[in-house]
């Protein structure tokens, strides 16, 4: 029994997983017999295509390739939510399993997906659609189903890690570092969804939502960008021990799930600190389980493919032995998602104060009316003005938020550079 | 339909298993429906136990267990060769799965036991015999089934690593070094089988079958220790840019396979160079893949239960599905171990020489004359004698044993103090 796949899509994954699939060798031993490419679906069936590629598999009726009888397998490397999570639904019902690596889908509807699955009786994997080549669902789903995971904190954003190791490394501003990144083909043209860490909220939700079993959608996650972290915030980051990611967290805490992506203080000898350039790093945590991390590059059509060929061969092989649908069924807990206002972490806070005596006094006095204590400043006199860098204990998001609207109202302080959350319980 | 489960061993990990499997909600929530341990076999029935391990389950009759028509799974954590292989072997002849934790087994039969697994219709489960918490078999076997793997390198062994690390960041004697890790319980009272590598060939050779699906024995690993690493090496090689690690390394040439466990240089960028104290790292790289890192603390009761539970889980998913045994075939290429003479390698070479004119030109002429060529050199006058550091380029193990036999007969050196592999592919 040869097993048959209708690809939708064949852009630069949808090529690469093409190619992987013509190993019919490989394939055939490690999937339990033949897996085939039977059509695929394009948009345009003019456009110059790779000579490997057979002209008479291709189609622009992505609905027709869904329905055939002679498809049994789904798979979407389109991305973006619309039409590819119509397709999916689709197939779905029509009790096709589905393998899809598409981020934005399964972040904004990853959970309802799986319950249709599930009903329907047919699988659906997503491993490319987090990390590309790096596994991460599979092993929090299923290797690591013996423990209660409580954490995962991640670098997630190929990008936003390049940038910023830039900018650390070399002492080139923002702009500089990613007009690189553009040329060096780590930044879109557009670089909004990574920058303002929306690629990264939505990759958190994703594993969250493996590891904790909820339906976190990627809107839920808490999102700050990279655009205000300067030089200055990089060079006194690094005085007082710590390197700056756009880090990725998320912590299971029973009635609510914690999930936040923004600019943190990381402690230099913390793994994640180490992760650098366009790599990405997921460190998971559990009970009893010791903290477990995979890295690796984030990003790229080969490893994707790789991973969506990955999941092709298990669900041929459930096909095969006729248990498809029924391996992991996706069990929600109810759960809510905690106010940002509600976190309590350190902060870390950069002031440009008036070099007077008294000065200093009185914005300390500000930290301790609102209840926040201090763990270390540094301060530089600039001759009229001086820097002023504080890290303070844990501290409720909600009094930070007030110690800055009162230090603004200040006349001692010119100005509050910036204010970037310390991520110390790593 | 609940399982049961038969467990073997109620040592370290055998506890922690106990008590995961207690946690019956998570556990059948995960697994599809309830898992129970039914019966626990234990060597010493007047032992003193911990409280929680219910008394009318424990028995000193392994075979009772194994044979009981009320077990359906067989959870193997006794370790070592004897008894514990003789009573997984019967397991699975009893058509019984079977999960294990046992490194030692496994390294040295687990090809023979994955066929007697296939060959009798069960599933045979061992992600607790290499690296503890961390998921190494299945991402390897599972999700990474989409690439073509051709290397696995990794710090495999904790003992070392930890004392490794303390040699060169604080300075401290091997001796001592030693000894700090047997006092925090990182070395054993005999830590032969850690310190000269025995134990990281082994988890090597579990890990090469499963990535290159081979059938390769511990045995057939290279294998050096670290006992001959010296402070003096150590600062060299940071000097020139590396850090010293011992490094398990398996590539896949095709009809051959590489795999040799050996004190190492690895380039301070990489890493695996980065892989501090007891903390192991496996490095996986495949064709399109981009590397992968997996990366945690390798040892410990808690985690490796985790793992073990991990796959109870898996098999009691299959049990209740019917498909256990047929998961994933043992399908395993007939390849041969490339001797170590074989081998091409960069080398670090220290040497010392009597400080006087055309010695150097006569040690290099050696070099030369071998066919071995110096990539970099750092010599450092002490006196009456010279220490002289070569690092080479890639030169054949053949010619460099030559070349150290030819230098150890000149006159002008006093002595050659180490010799240490490079590992500059990475």
Redesign the interface.
Known sequence: MSISVGLLGLGTVGS?VYR?LA?QQ?IA??A?GPVQIRRVAVTDLRKERDATVSRDLLTDDARAVIHAPDVDIIVEVIGGQDPAGRYVQEALEARKPVVTANKQLMAASGGELLMLAERCGVDLCF?GSVG????LI??IR???????LRAVTGVLNGTTNYILTRMATEGRSYQDALAEAQRRGFAEANPAEDVEGRDAAAKLAILASAAF?VNLHGSQVFCEGIERISLKDLAYARELGFAVKLLAVARDHGEEIEARVHPALVPLNH?LA?VHDEFNAVYVE?D??????????GA?G??T??????????VA?HLR?G?GG????A?HRITRVRPMEDAVLPYYLSVQLLDRPGVFARVAAVFGEEGVSIASIVQKSRGEFADAVFVTHDAAERGMRRVLRRLRELDVVKSVANCVRVEATL
Chains 1, 2 share one sequence.
């Open positions: 690469h992987l190993d490989m031993e490690r339990g491993e590309a080549g790096i596994p599979k092993p299923e290797s690591l189903a013996g423990a209660r079993n793994p180490a559990g009893g389980l010791g903290p477990v991390l995979f890295s690796g590059r790229g080969a490893p493919a790789a991973a969506v060929v990955g999941d092709i061969i298990d092989r032995l248990v029924r391996s992991r069924p069990i």
